[in-house]
């Protein structure tokens, strides 16, 4: 756990649509964010809306999860039993960007962020005022050389 829970913190809870798998994580300050890459509108039809979680949250129903391998650096999680998605991670230093869908009180979070906005498809576009990155700079912002 590299985060260190403060007065501030909340505890996100969500479940599945079957209710067989359910999380929760602390968090600070929970946000939208949307992937427009390839992969995501393959996984779900659609751009990815997530909130990001730097811990690993705690989920039960462990043995409901079914793990994607998507990348190289990347994998994919969702529920056996009724195929909600429930997060991206990175394989290696914690981050996770949790289904926005699992939260009830997703709804009341602000919309900040839009990652590979250059493999967005030109059909669509929120009319949201968020900042937006492309795949390149998402990169960047991961490698371990950058701060
Ligand atoms: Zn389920
Ligand atoms: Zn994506």
Not at 62 to 83: H, L, M, P, T
């Amino acid at each position: 756990m590299s985060d260190n829970p403060e007065a501030t913190t909340t505890t996100l809870r969500g479940q599945c649509l079957c209710g067989a798998v359910t999380l929760s994580v602390q968090h600070r300050a929970p946000a939208l964010a949307a992937c427009h890459c390839s992969i995501c509108r393959k996984w779900g039809g659609g751009p990815y809306l997530s909130v990001e979680a730097h811990q690993t949250p705690a989920f039960k129903g462990d043995e409901n999860i079914a793990v994607y391998d998507s990348s190289e650096w990347a994998q994919r999680g969702f529920c056996r039993k009724c195929g909600s998605h429930l997060f991206y991670r990175l394989k290696e230093g914690g981050f996770y960007a949790l289904s926005a869908g699992l939260f009830r009180e997703s709804s009341e979070w602000p919309f900040k962020l839009q990652v590979f906005i250059d493999e967005k498809p030109g059909n669509y576009a929120f009319a949201n005022s968020t900042r937006e990155m492309t795949g390149e700079e998402v990169f960047k912002a991961w490698s371990p050389d950058q701060n």
